[in-house]
Nanobody
Framework: QVQLLESGGGSVQSGGSLRLSCTAS????????MSWFRQRAGKEREGVAG?????RLLYAYFVKGRFTVSRDKNTLVLQMNNLKPEDSAMYYCAARDNGYCYLSMDHEYLYWGQGTQITVSS
């Protein structure tokens, strides 16, 4: 069984930065996919970024150039720079036993964290 615990949420002004961490406990392989999703108010959950097969980085188009995903063993980190009000959302860490990530298919993920709120004010 894998458990995911996020930390690092909070409030920031537009243009600011935040760093999210997700620590996995349990039997998650180094090659397992770990990803970040978010859910904005009134919207469906959407994929933000992920690390596939232990090293390949994936990004949603709307965060490219602003967000950076990294992984150190069983800790997934999302560095978010130049934040915009539209980035305000509940951010979730997710993982799969398989190495492939599917940012557009959240139902493919078996393990989820409890979420951490990001609020960006203009």
């Amino acid at each position: 069984q894998v458990q995911l615990l996020e930390s690092g949420g909070g409030s920031v002004q537009s243009g600011g930065s935040l760093r999210l961490s997700c620590t996995a406990s349990g039997s998650l392989l180094p090659s397992s996919c770990m990803s970040w999703f978010r859910q904005r108010a009134g919207k469906e959950r959407e994929g933000v970024a992920g690390i596939e097969d232990g090293s390949r980085l994936l990004y949603a188009y709307f965060v490219k150039g602003r967000f950076t995903v990294s992984r150190d063993k069983n800790t997934l980190v999302l560095q978010m720079n130049n934040l915009k009000p539209e980035d305000s959302a509940m951010y979730y860490c997710a993982a799969r036993d398989n190495g492939y990530c599917y940012l557009s298919m959240d139902h493919e993920y078996l393990y989820w964290g409890q979420g951490t709120q990001i609020t960006v004010s203009s």
